[in-house]
């Protein structure tokens, strides 16, 4: 299986320490955030990584180069020049680097413990989503989960992790635009086709110069 890390956001509320490097490059415990990823994906079995890139994309080819240092190739779907395409329109674009399987998606911004599995089975789903309980800055959740589906209208609502499996087919037939992915979740949640299940371990959304406080202090 391929994993791609989304790595393209601007990172707007992380300024100043983004005004000259780019999110995924910001260090908790000494490394980098997407190195925490690519360490953990080598180690559990991945491969092939494929990184979108956009703001400061050249610092971040510069810094990890063709990933031979942790033994996977290091593959770049470059959106410097469209500018951002958000989290679905990257994933559109990186396709013909994905194959034609299953792929699992983690957001570049976010840290950990969780494991990501290099054999899921979708099964007839198009997707599943790992959730995790809702911290403060999301109380109100994103998903619910009903056993073992996600969806749009329980009562009780978790925060959708950012890290996610995914077939080709939920995205092939969609035009390259700059789209974000929750739209196309639901979409399909509705139609029952998207799994979910419920992450209790050690999980921090990097999002704001607070929050990487928060990690780097509470994440050992």
Sequence with gaps: MKAMILAAGRGERMRP???KIPKPL???HSKALIVWHIEKLSYLGFSEIVINIAYLGDKIISFLGDGSKWGVSLLYSDERESGTLESAGGIIKA???LG???FLVVNGDIWSD???ESDFDLGDDLAHLILVPNP???HLGDFGLDKNRASNNANIKYTFSGIGYYSPKLFNTLELAKLPLAPILRQNIDKNRVSASLYEGKWHDIGTPQRL???ETTSV
């Design 213 to 215: 406080h928060t990690a």
């Design 17 to 19: 320490l983004t005004d």
């Design 136 to 138: 403060q800055h999301n």
């Design 95 to 97: 396709l013909p680097l």
């Design 100 to 102: 034609n399987d299953t």
């Design 114 to 116: 969780y494991e990501f």
């Design 26 to 28: 910001i260090e908790i």
